[in-house]
Each structure stands twice: as structure tokens, then as C-alpha cells.
């Protein structure tokens, strides 16, 4: 069966600081990988998608940027953060083609 | 562009009280419609899901069928309990091109549930 993991599963970071979170897919070749951002009490906001190795598609411009160095590993990073970072990030997985999204645990990340 | 409308509650029921939680979506296409349930401290959970009009989707009790002339996805449950005390997501699920998909959420729906 699949599984998803990200961590860290919690961080606090200050303001300007670098930023690095990882999600790893388990039981699945080529999957399409997703980050979310879910800010306090509002919903779910996509970020990035990857269809394959290097390819990142961006969703919403701002200080983040994702990479995807191996089939099955996707990272979300900043070179600085800003306070409006704070939220809750959901990395989640499809099949190729597929319509149905399966989520990881999450992070939550909150910049002082 | 595609949008997902659902009621922002919060709703608080007693046990054993029917549920109701209204989506309506505006989409260009033929999409398929997502319930995903979101524990404190969780990430997104597939409750169930349809595909095409009057399709059901069921899961755990809970229900939603795809209403394509009323542009309407309601998940309903007959007897809720404390246990079913969430956030609630209505989604729709349009093709991006290259092979991806893409979700759009409703704002979610906090339901607590008391004994």
C-alpha cells in the first residue's frame, strides 16, 4: 500500500530564516506530488504540482519555490521566511492521470 | 474558473442527529466531486467521493450524491457521533493538462459533535 510522510512534522522558525520541508510517496512509481498551504481557519490553498523528475509547476507567485530531485520526493524551501508563511502544509499524491489526491500528515509552520 | 461553495458552519449537533453539510461548485467541465475530513492536528482524509451525475458516494455512514442540475455535492449522515467531530471539504477535481488534476476546495466545515 502507499504512504506519505513529511517532516518536520512541527517547526518555528524567525522571520528571514531559510526554510526546507520533505515529503516522501512509498508504494508508487511516477506519482503527480502536491503542496498545500492551509492558513489559520481559511482553506486550502495549492502551492505547487509536479508531474514527473524537475518538473514544477507554480500555482501562486511568492517567496517559495519546490523542487523534485527523485521520483518520489518533493520539497518545498525558502531562502527567507516571512511572518504571512505561517500556516499548516499538506503535501499530497496522485496517480498519473489520476483524480483523487491522497494527503501526507502535514507540517505546521509558524514564523515568529 | 472553477469555485466550491460550502456552508462555513461551525455546526454543532448533539449524538445521534442528522447531519447535513450544503456544496454547491461552479466548473466549466464534467468534474468529479471529493469529500475529504480533516482531524485536529491531521492532515486530509478521502471520506468518498463521485464521479459523475447521480452518482452516490458513501463511506462510513456518511453520503453524497452528484447532483448535476442543482451543481450540488450535500454530504449527509443519518446519526452522527462524537467521533465524526471535524473539518468537513468539499472538492472538485478538474483536468490541469499533462496528465494532472487539480483540486478546488470549499473554506471547510467545522462540525462538533456533543454527547
Known amino acids: 500500500s502507499q504512504t506519505i510522510h513529511q517532516w518536520p512534522a512541527t517547526l518555528v522558525q524567525p522571520v528571514g530564516s531559510p526554510l526546507s520541508l520533505e515529503c516522501t510517496v512509498e508504494?508508487?512509481?511516477?506519482?503527480?506530488l502536491y503542496w498545500y498551504r492551509q492558513a489559520a481557519g481559511r482553506g486550502l490553498q495549492l502551492l505547487f504540482y509536479s508531474v514527473g523528475i524537475g518538473q514544477i509547476s507554480s500555482e501562486v507567485p511568492q517567496n517559495l519555490s519546490a523542487s523534485r530531485p527523485q521520483d518520489r520526493q518533493f520539497i518545498l524551501s525558502s531562502k527567507k521566511l516571512l511572518l504571512s508563511d505561517s500556516g499548516f502544509y499538506l503535501c499530497a499524491w496522485s496517480l498519473q492521470g489520476g483524480e483523487t489526491q491522497y494527503f501526507g500528515p502535514g507540517t505546521r509552520l509558524l514564523v515568529l | 474558473g472553477n469555485s466550491v461553495t460550502q456552508m462555513e458552519g461551525p455546526v454543532t449537533l448533539s449524538e445521534e442527529a442528522f447531519l447535513t453539510i450544503n456544496c454547491t461548485y461552479t466548473?466549466?467541465?464534467?468534474?468529479?466531486l471529493f469529500w475529504y475530513v480533516q482531524y485536529p492536528g491531521e492532515g486530509l482524509q478521502l471520506l468518498l467521493k463521485?464521479?459523475?451525475?447521480?452518482d452516490k458516494g458513501s463511506n462510513k455512514g456518511f453520503e453524497a450524491t452528484y447532483r448535476k442540475e442543482t451543481t450540488s455535492f450535500h454530504l449527509e449522515k443519518g446519526s452522527v457521533q462524537v467521533s465524526d467531530s471535524a473539518v468537513y471539504f468539499c472538492?472538485?477535481?478538474?483536468?490541469?493538462?499533462?496528465?494532472?488534476?487539480?483540486?478546488?476546495f470549499g473554506k471547510g466545515t467545522k462540525l462538533s459533535v456533543i454527547p
Open positions: 508504494g508508487t512509481s511516477n506519482p503527480n
Open positions: 463521485a464521479t459523475k451525475a447521480d
Open positions: 472538492a472538485l477535481s478538474d483536468s490541469s493538462g499533462a496528465g494532472s488534476y487539480q483540486l478546488t
Open positions: 466548473a466549466t467541465g464534467y468534474p468529479s
